[in-house]
């Protein structure tokens, strides 16, 4: 099992900057079984999306609409992924989650961190 515990989010202006992070607890084993993580979001009645994606590979995606302006961090060291906001925007309030992938055994999630951008 991987334990997945965001923070950061708060309520921020248009124009501003937030970051996020993603601790990942569990064994040693398992946390280095972990394949990839990424960023998801779901705004109120919209589909969880995703926002940004890692691999063991070290490359990373990002949503046509975050590019530019999101940036996705990894330190391995203290098992932490980051997602550093810059430029926010009214749509991108959404409540924002942490995910970690082992190919073996399946999805996590962590409970999630609200962001709220003001106009």
């Known amino acids: 099992q991987v334990q997945l515990v965001e923070s950061g989010g708060g309520l921020v202006q248009a124009g501003g900057s937030l970051r996020l992070s993603c601790v990942a607890s569990?064994?040693?084993?398992?946390?280095?079984?972990?394949?990839?993580m990424s960023w998801y979001r779901q705004a109120p009645g919209k589909q969880r999306e995703l926002v940004a994606t890692?691999?063991?590979?070290?490359?990373?995606a990002y949503a046509n609409s975050v590019k530019g302006r999101f940036t996705m961090s990894r330190d391995n060291a203290n098992d932490t992924l980051y997602l550093q906001m810059n430029s926010l925007k009214p749509e991108d309030t959404a409540v924002y989650y942490c995910?970690?992938?082992?190919?073996?055994?399946?999805?996590?999630w962590g409970q999630g961190t609200q962001v709220t951008v003001s106009s």
């Open positions: 569990g064994s040693i084993a398992i946390i280095n079984s972990i394949n990839y």
């Open positions: 995910n970690a992938v082992i190919v073996a055994l399946g999805s996590y």
């Open positions: 890692d691999n063991s590979g070290g490359s990373t």
